[in-house]
T-cell receptor, first 115, second 111 residues
Framework: DSGVTQTPKHLITATGQRVTLRCSPR?????VYWYQQSLDQGLQFLIQ???????AKGNILERFSAQQFPDLHSELNLSSLELGDSALYFC??????????????FGPGTRLTVL | GENVEQHPSTLSVQEGDSAVIKCTYS??????FPWYKQELGKGPQLIID?????GEKKDQRIAVTLNKTAKHFSLHITETQPEDSAVYFC??????????FGKGTRLSVIA
C-alpha cells in the first residue's frame, strides 16, 4: 500500500457527462501528480500541483481541469466526456515538487469507462 | 521534448532465467532514469533508479545500466521468479520537467 488513496475505484458514465476523480496524497507529501494510462499511449503526465499551486502541465485537454485543496487532496475534473477518455487515471504524490529528487508514490487508480 | 522508447513490449522467460528490458531516450540533458513495476490492479511502484553520473546500480536481483553516449538504459532481472511477472515502465527526466515514460514491457515468468 503506497499510502495514496483514490476514489472512486471504478466509474462508468456516458459521453458528454462530467466526472470528478479524487486523490488523497500520503501524509506529509505536498506534491500531487495526475497521469492517464491507456493501452496505446502508456502513462501520460497530465498535471502537477505543489502545495496548492499548479507546478507543471502536460498534454492535458482543455476539457480536463484539476486543483489541489488546502488539505492537499486533489481533484481531477473531466467534462464533455468522449469515448476516448476511457482509461486508468492515476494520482501520485511526493514530498517535494522536483521529479528528479522526489520519489513518486502512485495510488491504485480510477478506471473510467465512457459508454 | 523528451521521447522514451521501450523494448520489448512483451517478454516471456522461464523461472530462474534472466530478463532484460531496454529503453532509449532522446534528450541528452535527461539526468534521472527510474524504473517502475506495475502489478495487476495496482499503481506503478518504483523499483530502482539511476542518475546520469552513475553507469550501473544494483539492488539484489535487479540492476540498471546507463549508457549516456548511446542514450540508452536497461533493466536486468536475474534469477526471475513468478512474482516478477508484471508490467515494467522506464522513464526519463531532466531537471524540473515531468517524468516521460516508455510504453511498458509485460514480463511473464513461466514456472
Amino acid at each position: 500500500d503506497s499510502g495514496v488513496t483514490q476514489t472512486p475505484k471504478h466509474l462508468i458514465t456516458a459521453t458528454g457527462q462530467r466526472v470528478t476523480l479524487r486523490c488523497s496524497p500520503r501524509s506529509g507529501d505536498l506534491s500531487v501528480y495526475w497521469y492517464q494510462q491507456s493501452l496505446d499511449q502508456g502513462l501520460q503526465f497530465l498535471i502537477q500541483y505543489y502545495n496548492g499551486e499548479e507546478r507543471a502541465k502536460g498534454n492535458i485537454l482543455e476539457r480536463f481541469s484539476a486543483q489541489q485543496f488546502p488539505d492537499l487532496h486533489s481533484e481531477l475534473n473531466l467534462s464533455s466526456l468522449e469515448l476516448g477518455d476511457s482509461a486508468l487515471y492515476f494520482c501520485a504524490s511526493s514530498v517535494g515538487g522536483h521529479p528528479t529528487y522526489n520519489e513518486q508514490f502512485f495510488g491504485p487508480g480510477t478506471r473510467l469507462t465512457v459508454l | 521534448g523528451e521521447n522514451v522508447e521501450q523494448h520489448p513490449s512483451t517478454l516471456s522467460v522461464q523461472e530462474g532465467d534472466s530478463a532484460v528490458i531496454k529503453c532509449t531516450y532522446s534528450d541528452s540533458a535527461s539526468n534521472y532514469f527510474p524504473w517502475y513495476k506495475q502489478e495487476l490492479g495496482k499503481g506503478p511502484q518504483l523499483i530502482i533508479d539511476i542518475r546520469s553520473n552513475v553507469g550501473e546500480k544494483k539492488d539484489q536481483r535487479i540492476a540498471v545500466t546507463l549508457n549516456k553516449t548511446a542514450k540508452h538504459f536497461s533493466l536486468h532481472i536475474t534469477e526471475t521468479q513468478p512474482e516478477d511477472s508484471a508490467v515494467y515502465f522506464c522513464a526519463a527526466v531532466r531537471g524540473n520537467t515531468p517524468l516521460v515514460f516508455g510504453k511498458g514491457t509485460r514480463l511473464s515468468v513461466i514456472a
